[in-house]
């Protein structure tokens, strides 16, 4: 996995709660077993007048001009702006494989759904919650003043509009380390496969029908 | 020192290890796999010449692309072929039990898993799927993962986590007639909201919980994701036990007598302390309906249609409004005025027999409206699929106009050819109405099995005790 150095972008606000992980990336799309070339249909519904289908090439399709990421420059930002509950609902993991085709590589928002939080480190992407005053202040700043852009400093937890509002932020220091060193999760915890071993060895005598594949 | 929630003691059960931060590597037991979420995982672990650690933890079973007319030619959709075809050519280099599309065996993953015995109290189960949740029910610790923790627990067993705190939603009170666990959930989702549970393992307890069937309970751990919460949980009891029994992956003999002994222990002590409780008494609770775009907009069939001004904040209004657009309805219709297009009785949700029985036993001698153009009944598994013809339930949903289905997870989520076009209203016993869910431009209401054929038949929501 790429480190995830320090970066600037433009933010793109999508003011909504509860964005769904159906919206993010329409089910039609799921169908791919590659785990790249999402970016085009990231928000298809919301971004395109017609109904979009897997491998159609994008650029001639009607697009909704109302609908932020078909404006300039948000069109090429790197941060996406949400409200709470960002991402809930299914699994899919081709959601953060959207927003990072696209080139959005943080996300913050008033609160995430659990399992796309997790997804995001998984790729690269990191997911910022702020306080809701601060993602309120953020959106009128864009409503009323127009784009903007963002620097974010994972090392220093930071992250500083180009007015020089900063805001701190808080991370698991895990996930941190893995973003920033680009870890891969598999060989960490292959590193502790003696714990691993030991674990089975012990569970095996206790819950014998869970491990049929143990011997007697 | 107080007593331990059923989720702390699930939790420490599989502790394999933990730093002194709070990250731990916890031990699954069961991986259920499907086409969607799996084709990556796979290809991962070929790229780092991986192999799964141990094969007898997996279970594989295609059911999102599946077609649910005449399976004999195949999948006609070359991009659904091929996804599905990737699952069984994955299972078979890698050496994964999967059943087939061909296999009487085969249906929806969280339909087939605890039918086949797969999940097992006291489990950890995950899967590349949210309503993975729904294991929950058999006093497992289940929940949904990403594709590259489905990767990872393939190849190493295990998944980095943080413990989720502890909430008890008690369900107490009797169900008056016609109603159902998918009453129970929606009013709970209503009440806590959609993101309520976030952060959090929920245990559904309560008389009304151990009153209810382990059907019944699956449908209340399913859509505890709807509220928020990876997973749901609910205690063993004798019901559970005797549910697990005599199924093909579950143990037998003396081995099954020494496990039941530990699953009895599967309950929450009765000192624990949960960090948030709710509790909701079910006896007066009337049949539920969702009006909008989220499975927390919900009302009770004789209400009306909220109006945002009413919303008790600025974020809700906005999504009220927004909701109401797309749903194509107006603050104050009456909830029992809206008319259908298409009815769905299947998912996860609801495909089990019991939710079939609910719904057949409505239909009996009626028979669907003229303004419904098509109401589809599709079996959770071809078990179920099997039962349900036993008991003569087929025929009575297609005297009454339903059309009767191969398992899978069809309109649900319309990956398949199952779909809603746009502008077509549904009322459907699954687990979503985002925003195109059944297809694009669809619009979902999420209702029980006896009210979505009560809707089939009047051909507008209706209370199926005044039918």
């Known amino acids: 996995m790429e480190k995830f150095a320090r970066y600037s972008g433009v933010v793109i606000p999508i003011n909504r709660n509860n964005i769904d992980t159906d919206a993010i990336i329409p089910k039609q799309f799921l169908k791919s077993v590659e785990r790249s070339g999402f970016g085009d249909n990231l928000f298809d519904a919301w971004r395109y007048l017609d109904q979009g289908e897997p491998g159609e090439d994008c650029s001639n399709r009607p697009v909704n001009k109302d609908f932020v990421l078909n404006q300039k420059p948000y069109r090429t930002g790197t941060f996406l702006l949400a409200r709470e509950n960002f991402a809930c609902g299914s699994s899919r993991e081709h959601a953060v494989w959207a927003l990072r085709d696209f080139g959005i590589r943080t996300v913050i928002a008033a609160s995430f759904a659990d399992i796309f939080y997790n997804n995001c480190f998984k790729n690269g992407v990191l997911p910022i919650a702020l306080p809701l005053a601060d993602v309120d202040w953020l959106f009128a700043r864009d409503a009323e003043k127009g784009p903007f852009t963002m620097d974010i400093d994972l090392e220093a937890q930071t992250l500083t509009s180009e007015d020089g509002n900063v805001y701190r932020f808080e991370i698991d220091q895990f996930k941190k380390m893995c973003l920033l060193e680009g870890l891969d999760d598999i060989s960490l915890t292959l590193q502790h496969e003696s714990d691993i071993t030991a674990y089975e060895n012990r569970r095996a005598k206790e819950a014998p029908w869970l491990y049929p594949d143990f011997g007697a | 020192m107080t007593g331990k929630t059923l989720y702390d003691k699930l939790w420490e059960d599989h502790l394999v290890r933990e730093a002194d931060d709070g990250t731990a590597l916890i031990y699954i037991d069961r991986q259920l796999l499907h086409e969607v979420t799996s084709a990556q995982a796979f290809a991962g672990l070929r790229d780092a010449q991986r192999k799964p650690r141990r094969l007898v933890t997996n279970l594989a079973v295609a059911d999102h692309n599946v077609p649910t007319t005449d399976r004999s030619a195949g999948i006609d959709d070359p991009v659904s072929r091929l996804q599905v075809e990737t699952l069984d050519r994955n299972c078979a280099e890698f050496g994964i039990t999967e059943f087939d599309m061909a296999d009487p065996r085969q249906g929806i993953v969280h339909v087939v898993g605890p039918e086949q015995g797969a999940t097992l109290p006291g489990m950890t189960i995950v899967c590349g799927d949210s309503h993975t949740a729904t294991h929950g029910a058999l006093g497992a610790l289940a929940f949904g993962i990403g594709t590259s923790e489905v990767e990872h627990v393939l190849a190493t067993q295990c998944l980095v986590a943080r413990k989720m705190k502890n909430m008890r939603v008690t369900l107490d009170g009797t169900l008056s007639e016609g109603m159902a666990s998918k009453d129970m959930i929606l009013a709970v989702i209503g009440q806590i909201g959609t993101s309520g549970g976030t952060g959090f393992a929920i245990e559904f307890a309560g008389s009304a919980v151990r009153e209810a069937s382990m059907e019944a309970r699956m449908t209340l751990c399913n859509m505890a994701i709807e509220a928020g919460a990876r997973a749901g949980i609910v205690a063993v009891d004798e019901k559970t036990i005797e549910y697990v029994k005599g199924r093909p992956f579950s143990p ?216």
């Open chain 2, 252 to 467: 037998a003999g003396e081995l099954f007598d020494t496990a039941a002994q530990a699953w009895r222990l599967l309950v929450s002590d009765a000192d624990a302390v949960f960090d948030v409780e709710h509790r909701i008494d079910v006896s007066t609770l009337r049949p539920q309906v969702t009006w909008g775009t989220s499975p927390e907009m919900v009302a009770n069939v004789d209400d009306v249609i909220p109006n945002p001004k009413d919303a008790p904040d600025e974020g809700k209004r906005e999504g009220w409004s927004r909701a109401l657009e797309y749903m194509d309805l107006r603050p104050g219709t009456k909830i029992s005025s809206i008319a259908i297009d298409k009815v769905f009785i299947g998912a996860c949700t609801n495909g089990r027999i019991e939710d079939l029985r609910a719904a057949a036993s409505v239909a009996k001698g009626r028979h669907v409206a003229g303004n419904v153009k098509q109401a589809l009944v599709v079996p959770g598994s071809g078990l179920v699929k099997k039962q349900a013809e036993e008991e003569g339930l087929d025929k009575v949903f297609i005297e009454a106009g339903f059309e009767w289905r191969e398992p899978g997870c069809s309109m649900c989520l319309a990956m398949n050819a199952d779909r809603l076009e746009p502008g077509e209203r549904c009322a459907a016993t699954s687990n979503r109405n985002f925003e195109g869910r059944q297809g694009y431009g669809g619009r979902t209401h999420l209702v029980s099995p006896a009210m979505a054929a009560a809707a089939a038949v009047a051909g507008h929501f209706v209370d199926p005790n005044q039918l």
